[in-house]
C-alpha cells in the first residue's frame, strides 16, 4: 500500500503540502483530487522521492521510493507522459526500461501490445506522437514491470473516449487483482466511474477523504427552487451549510425532508428535492474546494459553502 504521514513540504515561506496524511490499499484505485495548485503533483512526487518532504513521511509496501532495489518492479509510475525522451522511439524507450530492470525483452512488445501501440507507431520518435499515444507509452512504461502499485497524474489527458474507456478497463483490472492504484484526474466523472476510494486536497491540506460510496452518500439534499438565496439564508438561519448548483439548486447538508420544511416555511417554491447520493462526484468536488477555486467568487458570489463536512 502507500501510506502519507503528516507529509509537510514547504519552499521558504510557501507551504505547498501541509500535513498531508492518508492511505492508499491494495485492490483499490484512489482518486487523488483537488483544484490546479493544490497539492496533489507536489504530494506524488514526494511519494516517489523526486521531491524531498519537509517534514512527514511517505512510504511504498512499507519502505521509502528510494529505498526499493529495483523500484520499478513495484511500482509503476507516470507524472508527466510530455518529460519523455523525444529523440528515442517508442520501442526504443520500453527497451531501455526493460533491460534497466532486468526483464526479459519479450516484455516490450507485450506493454506495446497492451497499450494499443502498432508497430508502426513504436517505430516512430516520441516528438512525433500526439499527447494520447505518448500517454499510452507513459502507462507501457509504467506497467512493464509488473509492479503491485501504480501512481498515475493525470493519465487521460489527451486520450479520446475510446482511450479513456479502455484506461478506466485496464486501472480496474490492475485493482482487482489485488493492485494498488493512486489516481490524480482532472476528469472527475472518470475518477467517480473507477475509484473506490477519494482524497480530497485543498490548499495544501486533506480536506476529505474515505470510500467514494461514503462521501458521496454524506452529501446531503439537492433542492431546485424559485428562490435558491432566500432558501439559503433560512436554511443558513438553522445552522445549515449549503452552495449552489446550477442557476435555481443548492447542495445542502441536511436530509431532504429538513430541507423540504425550510422551504414550506421560508415561502419558497420547490421544483426538485431529492437526496444528494445520486449529485455526482462533480458538486462534491467543488463543493469541498470552494475556497480554493479560481472562478468560484465570479460563479457563486454569496454563496454559503460546505466546511470539511465530508473530513
Excluded: C
Amino acid at each position: 500500500m502507500i501510506k502519507l504521514d503528516a507529509v509537510t513540504r514547504t519552499y521558504g515561506d510557501f507551504t505547498a503540502v501541509d500535513e498531508v496524511s492518508f492511505t492508499a490499499r491494495p485492490g483499490r484505485v484512489t482518486g487523488f483530487l483537488g483544484p490546479n495548485g493544490a497539492g496533489k503533483s507536489t504530494t506524488m512526487r514526494v511519494i516517489v522521492g523526486l521531491t524531498r518532504a519537509t517534514s512527514g513521511s511517505a512510504t511504498v509496501s512499507g519502505r521509502r521510493y528510494v529505498d526499493l532495489p529495483n523500484p520499478g518492479r513495484e511500482v509503476g509510475v507516470l507524472l508527466d507522459a510530455s518529460a519523455q525522451h523525444a529523440g528515442r522511439t517508442g520501442r526504443e524507450t520500453l527497451t531501455i526500461a526493460q533491460r534497466f530492470m532486468g526483464l526479459p525483452s519479450a516484455r516490450v512488445e507485450e506493454m506495446l501490445e497492451l497499450v494499443g501501440l502498432t508497430s508502426d507507431e513504436s517505430s516512430r520518435r516520441v516528438r512525433d506522437y500526439s499527447l494520447g499515444m505518448r500517454q499510452r507509452l507513459g502507462l507501457a512504461t509504467a506497467l512493464i514491470g509488473d509492479p503491485g502499485v501504480l501512481i498515475l497524474d493525470e493519465p487521460a489527458n489527451g486520450l479520446d473516449p475510446a482511450g479513456i474507456r479502455w484506461m478506466r478497463g485496464l486501472l480496474r483490472d490492475f485493482a482487482d487483482r489485488g493492485g494498488t492504484v493512486l489516481l490524480s484526474s482532472h476528469l472527475l466523472h472518470e475518477i467517480e466511474v473507477v475509484a473506490d476510494d477519494l482524497v480530497v486536497i485543498g490548499n495544501g491540506r486533506i480536506v476529505a477523504q474515505g470510500a467514494k460510496s461514503e462521501l458521496l452518500a454524506s452529501a446531503g439534499a439537492v433542492v431546485r427552487t424559485t428562490e435558491p438565496l432566500v432558501l439559503a439564508e433560512a436554511l443558513a438561519a438553522q445552522g445549515v451549510t449549503s452552495s449552489y448548483v446550477g442557476e435555481d439548486g443548492l447542495l445542502a447538508q441536511a436530509n431532504a425532508e429538513h430541507v423540504g420544511r425550510t422551504a414550506f416555511s421560508a415561502g419558497v417554491a420547490v421544483l426538485e428535492l431529492r437526496p444528494a447520493d445520486g449529485a455526482g462526484l462533480e458538486e462534491i468536488f467543488l463543493q469541498l474546494t470552494a475556497d480554493t477555486q479560481r472562478d468560484a467568487a465570479s460563479q457563486t458570489p454569496s454563496a454559503p459553502h460546505l466546511e470539511g463536512a465530508l473530513a
